[in-house]
T-cell receptor
Framework: DAKTTQPTSMDCAEGRAANLPCNHSTISGNEYVYWYRQIHSQGPQYIIHGLKNNETNEMASLIITEDRKSSTLILPHATLRDTAVYYCIVRARNTGTASKLTFGTGTRLQVTL | NAGVTQTPKFRILKIGQSMTLQCTQDMNHNYMYWYRQDPGMGLKLIYYSVGAGITDKGEVPNGYNVSRSTTEDFPLRLELAAPSQTSVYFC??????????????FGPGTRLTVT
């Protein structure tokens, strides 16, 4: 699976958009970009995933660059409850074995008043 | 649905003791996983299972054992506990989606201290 690079920490004012970057310059053509987050002392929570097109769901938007070497997770209106560690993970489509996610250290997002 | 449940929430073990961490999911997911998370670090995969009766090693399997006799349950066994096994343990499950793309659902974790 491709390696990812994320900033260690970021701050965001409540109500503003939080833009979390992720570099994955060695991504392969069949690898997807996943985002999870982990609120303090809880289990990780799936947010969104994409291959090459931009994706949006009720939680967030995922913007993937045309060359697929980087992506940005956007929380459109961050709230205090969005304070968490955000993990960007790249892995290939399932080929019959289990989806083994490799978590790095992620970005610690602090949303402030 | 309760989702993924784990017991116990907390446990303190003495060196050399054994214990089983329980994990149950009620979503009829085929795939289940055990991760550990050390302080300030990301998650590391211990073992996983693609269905009842089938298990395989992840990144850090030493010191652990698993079994999968039913779809719902995936217990993790620690034999001869060591201080290096002090960690938070997360169980997860996932369905087998179309095209093989699917998210994992995590339990609340078990915080284990070995002294």
């Amino acid at each position: 699976d491709a390696k990812t690079t994320q900033p260690t920490s970021m701050d965001c004012a409540e109500g503003r958009a939080a833009n979390l970057p992720c570099n994955h310059s060695t991504i392969s053509g069949n690898e997807y970009v996943y985002w999870y987050r982990q609120i303090h002392s809880q289990g990780p929570q799936y947010i969104i995933h994409g291959l090459k097109n931009n994706e949006t769901n009720e939680m967030a938007s995922l913007i993937i660059t045309e060359d697929r070497k980087s992506s940005t997770l956007i929380l459109p209106h961050a709230t205090l409850r969005d304070t968490a560690v955000y993990y960007c993970i790249v892995r290939a489509r399932n080929t019959g074995t289990a989806s083994k996610l490799t978590f790095g250290t992620g970005t610690r997002l602090q949303v402030t008043l | 649905n309760a989702g993924v449940t784990q017991t116990p929430k907390f446990r303190i073990l003495k060196i050399g003791q054994s214990m089983t961490l329980q994990c149950t999911q009620d979503m009829n997911h085929n795939y289940m996983y055990w991760y550990r998370q050390d302080p300030g670090m990301g998650l590391k995969l211990i073992y996983y299972s693609v269905g009842a009766g089938i298990t395989d090693k992840g990144e850090v399997p030493n010191g652990y054992n698993v079994s999968r006799s039913t779809t719902e349950d995936f217990p993790l066994r620690l034999e001869l506990a060591a201080p290096s096994q002090t960690s938070v343990y997360f169980c997860a499950s996932s369905p087998q989606g179309a095209g093989g793309i699917y998210e994992q659902y995590f339990g609340p974790g078990t915080r284990l201290t070995v002294t």
